[in-house]
């Protein structure tokens, strides 16, 4: 039996996460949609997620979720385990909540996908789904034929620190076929075990998770835990770009507290996230790509950088102290808070890059707002300030076409 086929055995016997409502919310990371939007979809002025695809939706659990946070988008969720379509669909009649969700049964790799589900979505999201799948290239092909120019591609992928990479080298010596998941309360006790030691080395506990669970993330017939920059490879082959990594975004909030965030200047945003990911690998990757290249600002040319214009990203909540006074140099306290990456930091900021803030609405030049700024800013203060704001997802610089195209000039 060919390797696709075993994996949608596993999923035809227990559809993910099997109406386990309950435990998806106990998930620790839902996914952010305001992360998606400042780092996925930087520049894209056309405001909300329209249409949206869910690549291997299991029991529909993630598309009902969906629904009550996008009440508005066209979701089409696919999966080719027929019994999971078919649980999705009987959900899905219980309440009126979760209309207007299109389910349908096909196979992520079969490359006539995007003339059936057609294209121009404005995000597909793939979570816990590409680790499972032998034919790589063709579901990277189908999304980046799905997507629209200025959509994203959110993946969930395991990454070469995750927990199974150890378990599927330790329980085999206890007899165990990791192709088959037989739940025991043997098995239960080795795994018990197993979590003492690798719990040690600060990976996740799996003992007590679900048996939806243990069958396809431990044991199962394919499981691809990765570095980033092979997921990256697997993007770019189909045309798609890196644009960011969940954990870089939190990670990056360490380099600014100790101040070395500047020794990363002038590099882009992917370019960081392949670094963080070299000094801390991931046990599960959060990925965001775009079919359109990252323009990474001109962080070394004080003219060509000035003609970028600035926008606050969704991703925090800033709130910006109110102008006072005309000592530009002066500086404020105030607070910037992300549910979504759930921090808040006290802030310290002179009243000319508040000023910045305030304006930056992403259709003025630096420039331009800068003018109005009657303060002479040191070009590698005011480089390194943009470029912590830009890492951290605060802001966005958008190139000058863009911003010209964006006030309709
Ligand atoms: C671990 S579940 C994840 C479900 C859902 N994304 C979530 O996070 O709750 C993986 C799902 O991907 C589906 N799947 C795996 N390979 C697939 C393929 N080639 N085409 C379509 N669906 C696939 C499985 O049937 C299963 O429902």
């Not at 839902?30 to 299991?58: K, P, Q, T």
């Amino acid at each position: 039996m060919k390797i696709a086929d075993r994996v949608r055995q596993i999923y035809e016997r227990r559809p993910y996460p099997f109406g386990n409502y309950k435990a998806l919310k106990r998930r620790s990371w839902s996914l952010s949609l305001e992360w998606i939007d400042a780092i996925g979809r930087a520049g894209a002025r056309d405001g909300a997620l329209a249409r949206v695809l869910l690549a291997g939706c299991g029991d529909g659990t993630e598309a009902f979720n969906l629904r009550r946070r996008l009440p508005r988008a066209e979701i089409v969720a696919v999966d080719f385990s027929a019994r999971s379509i078919a649980v999705a669909r009987r959900l899905q009649r219980r309440s009126t909540e979760t209309r207007g969700i299109r389910f349908v049964e096909a196979d992520l790799t079969d490359l006539r996908l995007p003339s059936r589900l057609g294209g121009a979505f404005d995000l597909i999201i793939c979570h816990g789904v590409l680790s499972y799948i032998p034919k790589t290239e063709n579901v990277m092909k189908n999304f980046a034929r799905c997507l629209k120019p200025g959509g994203a591609l959110y993946l969930g992928v395991n990454g070469s620190r995750h927990v199974n990479t150890r378990l599927r080298r330790a329980l085999p010596a206890f007899g165990y076929d990791m192709n088959v998941f037989q739940d025991s309360a043997r098995l239960r006790g080795l795994l018990k075990m197993c979590d003492t030691v690798t719990s040690a080395d600060g990976l996740a506990r799996v003992s007590a998770h679900g048996p939806e669970f243990l069958a396809s993330d431990v044991f199962g017939v394919l499981n691809r835990s990765l570095d980033l920059s092979k997921w990256a490879l697997h993007a770019r082959r189909a045309g798609l770009h890196l644009a960011g990594n969940w954990a870089s975004t939190r990670l990056f909030r360490r380099l600014v507290e100790s101040d070395s965030h500047p020794l990363l200047v002038p590099r882009s945003r992917a370019q960081v996230c392949d670094l963080l990911e070299r000094l801390s690998p991931s046990q599960f990757h959060r990925l965001l790509f775009s079919a359109k290249a990252e323009s990474n600002p001109p962080w070394e040319e004080r003219r060509a950088l000035l003609k970028w214009s600035l926008a606050l990203t969704r991703l925090y909540r800033v709130g910006l102290p109110r102008a006072r006074g005309k000592v530009l140099d002066r500086v404020r306290k105030f607070t910037i808070a992300s549910v979504a990456l759930n921090l808040s930091m006290q802030w310290c900021m002179p009243e000319w890059e508040l000023e910045l803030l305030r304006r930056g609405d992403g259709t003025r030049s630096l420039s331009s707002v800068l003018r109005r700024i009657p303060l002479g800013v040191p070009f590698p203060e005011l480089r390194n300030q943009l470029y912590l704001l830009y890492q951290l997802g605060v802001i966005n610089l958008l190139p000058p076409a863009a911003g010209a195209r964006a006030s309709g000039s």
